[in-house]
């Protein structure tokens, strides 16, 4: 007689507690060195006002020239509550090279049920590998940022054309169109002269977009623009303060690196 799935209740498959999500993260990464401090939300009081209806938990495994972005989502909930509330997310972003990190993120998706519907219309076609499945409500997702790399490098004309409007900008350019330049460059090209573009550029000001690339691509060189956007963090915004404190956590694990073992 077949035993029954540990993962299953009367064949339907169980929830996923935020703290089995995180002993199965402890299991896969077991032994892999973790190259900046966690970002627990809920235990840093800078982010009680960042408001929304779910808590964040980030990790950041590194390994030989790659990166393992982890993250957590889980509903809000009382304190003392975390331990019988659901993981609703469960997300590794792979980015450098590194074949040992990627084995280890993929056993976070084995005895997952496929479920490629629950991120397809969320993040439509960006280019990205994902391999995607559901563990009860819970989403385990494991993204292959490096899949989504330009093939070749454009012309000079083309590279120019795109370059220009940050190179050249306007004192009355907005966030907005910033960011939609950088993302058009980025996506068109990935190599050396992009990022002397958009480093030149988080050097003159603050672009959020320009720095999120630089450390998604490694470039250690956006730290210190980071931190002096972090500084400058008005008293009250919760959600930049987060989000410069990630990319800043990111850009700490790609240093870490550099340093002996």
């Not at 980030?58 to 009382?78: C, H, M, N, Q, S």
């Amino acid at each position: 007689m077949e035993e029954p799935d540990a993962g299953l209740y009367n064949g339907r498959p169980l929830p996923m507690r935020l703290q089995d999500a995180q002993k199965l993260l402890d299991r896969c990464f077991s032994g892999t060195r973790e190259g900046a401090p966690r970002l627990h939300e809920p235990s840093d009081p800078r982010f009680a006002e960042r408001g929304g209806a779910v808590w964040l938990e980030y990790r950041w495994y590194v390994r030989e020239r790659g990166l393992a972005e982890v993250f957590l989502k889980w509903d809000r909930v009382p304190p003392g509550e975390e331990k019988t509330v659901e993981a609703t997310v469960l997300r590794t972003h792979l980015l450098g090279q590194s074949p040992m990190l990627s084995q280890r993120a993929l056993r976070t998706v084995e005895g997952g049920t496929p479920a490629p519907e629950r991120v397809l219309a969320m993040l439509k076609n960006d280019g990205i590998r994902r391999e995607c499945v559901a563990r009860g409500r819970t989403t385990v997702t494991v993204e292959h940022w490096e899949s989504r790399r330009p093939a070749a490098l454009l012309d000079e004309a083309r590279f120019a054309e795109l370059a220009a409007p940050l190179e050249a900008e306007a004192e009355d350019s907005t966030p907005e169109s910033r960011h939609e330049a950088v993302q058009r460059l980025a996506d068109a090209e990935r190599s050396p002269r992009v990022q002397d573009v958009l480093l030149r550029l988080v050097a003159r000001k603050p672009s959020l977009m320009a720095l999120r690339i630089l450390s998604e691509w490694g470039e250690v060189k956006a730290r210190e623009f980071v931190q002096r956007d972090l500084a400058a963090v008005k008293p009250g915004n919760a959600g930049d303060l987060w989000a410069l404190t990630a990319l800043d956590r990111r850009l700490e694990a790609w240093q870490s690196l550099a340093r002996p073992t």
